[in-house]
């Protein structure tokens, strides 16, 4: 079918399914997924195994990116927005035999994507799908990102 990444953040996840191939990608679909807002770990882990599952069971994917939130800013309290659904990521695409890249913000340059290095590389997106509609910010671009850099 073709590709979908994912970034997690604090109340959800976007993602972005891509066919085509990286010089030449589509963006067949993208969204935002806003999670439960339980404090209760093990619903709000349900909720993305059963979201996750559905997503990339609808989609037959090729190959699965995500995008890493690391550094020094993290707290305790974000570990179940941003570990937890990556774990859960990686145990649903095992299950389905899809191979599954992590990428993290710094891995997303011009040049790694084979763009100009003088192109900024949010702006670039605008380009590549100029008729992309919101949500469409640095969140999403990044779930794009993700998607783009598991092209082969």
Known sequence: MG???FNFEKGGFRYAILSGDRSQPILVDKAKEPCLSSGDISELVDWYESRLENLI???NPDRIGVRLQMGQGMKQDMIRYWYYPVGILHLIAHRNQIPVGEF???SFTSLSLGL????????DLDKIFPDAEPPWDNSQKYAVYAALSTFE
Do not use: L, Q, Y
């Open 3 to 5: 590709v979908i990444g």
């Open 57 to 59: 069971d609808a989609n």
């Open 104 to 106: 993290n913000s710094n």
């Open 116 to 123: 100009s290095k003088d192109i900024d590389k949010f702006k």
